[in-house]
């Protein structure tokens, strides 16, 4: 099984940046192969995917981060990023990052939008 270990998030004032990367781990695998998505959870709401990359090319994001995230990937770093801009409040959440058919999830990185 993969294990997902995110980290970068933070406090950031609204209108601010923050870039969050995820490693991938595991036996036996190639991570340039696998598709990658982001999530995150705000407190009292259900987790939602907020961006998929399917190989290094096809990204697609939810309507709530259109134009401000973007999803990128370093297959020699078994490593996936989402830059995150122009944050808003609503943009606090903890992030979690796997693949589409996982069914681990890492412990997350708690972004915090706040002035």
């Known amino acids: 099984q993969m294990q997902f270990v995110e980290s970068g998030g933070g406090l950031v004032q609204p209108g601010g940046s923050l870039r969050l990367s995820c490693t991938v781990s595991?036996?036996?695998?190639?991570?340039?192969?696998?598709?990658m998505t982001w999530y995150r959870q705000a407190p009292g709401k259900q987790r939602e995917l907020v961006a998929s990359l399917r190989h290094e090319t096809s990204a697609t994001y939810s309507d709530s981060v259109k134009g401000r995230f973007g999803i990128s990937r370093d297959n020699a770093k078994n490593t996936v990023y989402l830059q995150l801009n122009n944050l808003k409040a609503e943009d606090t959440a903890v992030y979690y990052c796997?693949?589409?058919?996982?069914?681990?999830w890492g412990p997350g990185t708690q972004v915090t939008v706040s002035s």
């Open positions: 595991g036996n036996s695998f190639s991570f340039s192969m696998y598709d």
């Open positions: 796997k693949t589409p058919t996982s069914d681990n």
